[in-house]
């Protein structure tokens, strides 16, 4: 088993917009029970989606009357309002527990060293606005087996940026608060290439690294 729920990075360009947040599902209805809400300790509602094989470990193996650290792909449908894709959950103790394969993990496993509602966003940083706190990055999703080719994404981030790093490819630490993903650090990894021809090589930093993730 995995020591995080988010894989490190393998390439300097990897994309990715990944996190954990804790909270309980609670889907729409029995008729739309991949559609719903997570609901976090403040009781704030953050628009939700279960994604693939997820719902059936969901039915068989967890309490969904409690909360759980959720694994999620972050999206911005609307101005200030947060919309999570649930692809995992990060809780060792209770999936090693109905394993008989596997010995029980400690609860303290189910802890992350980043805490709850880390998220882990690379891409190209399209739009930044330091006095306004705000912040847009282009993220890129990878082909899928079949062949086709998702359309990029875009993340609307609180956060101070600078324009310097406009059309950069950047690492960000980001941490949610309630239906806001705040930046807390930046990582300027280089210059996005240009209709001419690659941009030059760039490493440069701003703000405190904090620890890395995937997606």
Same mark, same amino acid.
């Given at each position: 088993?995995?020591?995080?729920?988010?894989?490190?990075?393998?390439?300097?360009?990897?994309?990715?917009?990944?996190?954990?947040?804790r909270?309980?599902?609670?889907?729409?209805?029995?008729?739309?029970s991949? +559609? /719903?809400? =997570?609901?976090?300790?403040?009781?704030?509602?953050?628009?939700? %989606? &279960?994604?693939? $094989?997820?719902?059936?470990?969901?039915?068989?193996?967890?309490d969904?009357?409690?909360?759980?650290?959720?694994?999620?792909?972050?999206?911005c449908?609307?101005?200030?309002?947060?919309?999570?894709?649930?692809?995992?959950?990060?809780?060792?103790?209770?999936l090693?527990?109905?394993?008989?394969?596997?010995?029980?993990?400690?609860?303290?496993?189910?802890?992350?060293?980043e805490?709850?509602?880390?998220?882990?966003? +690379? /891409?190209? =940083?399209?739009?930044?606005?330091?006095e306004?706190?705000?912040? %847009? &990055?282009?993220? $890129?999703?990878?082909?899928?087996?079949?062949?086709f080719?998702?359309?990029?994404?875009?993340?609307?981030?609180?956060?101070?940026?600078?324009?310097?790093?406009?059309?950069?490819?950047?690492?960000?630490?980001?941490r949610r608060?309630?239906?806001?993903l705040?930046?807390?650090?930046?990582?300027?990894i280089?210059?996005?290439?240009?209709?001419?021809?690659?941009?030059?090589?760039?490493?440069?930093?701003?703000?405190? +690294? /904090?620890?890395?993730?995937?997606?």
């Open positions: 088993m995995r020591d995080h729920p988010i894989p490190a990075v393998t390439e300097p360009l990897q994309y990715r917009a990944i996190g954990v947040v909270g309980i599902f609670r889907p729409e209805s029995e008729e739309q991949t +559609r /719903g809400h =997570l609901v976090d300790a403040e009781g704030q509602e953050i628009d939700a %989606v &279960v994604l693939g $094989r997820m719902l059936t470990l969901m039915r068989r193996h967890l969904m009357d409690r909360p759980h650290l959720w694994v999620v792909y972050p999206r449908r609307e101005a200030g309002q947060l919309h999570l894709q649930i692809a995992g959950i990060w809780e060792p103790s209770t090693s527990a109905s394993d008989p394969e596997e010995q029980p993990a400690d609860p303290a496993t189910d802890r992350l060293p805490g709850d509602d880390y998220f882990s966003i +690379r /891409g190209e =940083l399209i739009y930044t606005k330091p306004a706190s705000e912040v %847009v &990055v282009k993220v $890129r999703q990878q082909p899928r087996n079949d062949g080719r998702p359309l990029p994404f875009k993340l609307q981030l609180s956060g101070d940026v600078e324009l310097a790093h406009l059309r950069h490819f950047v690492s960000l630490d980001v608060q309630g239906q806001m705040q930046v807390q650090s930046a990582d300027v280089a210059p996005m290439p240009t209709r001419g021809g690659k941009g030059r090589n760039a490493s440069r930093r701003s703000g405190d +690294r /904090g620890r890395q993730g995937n997606s």
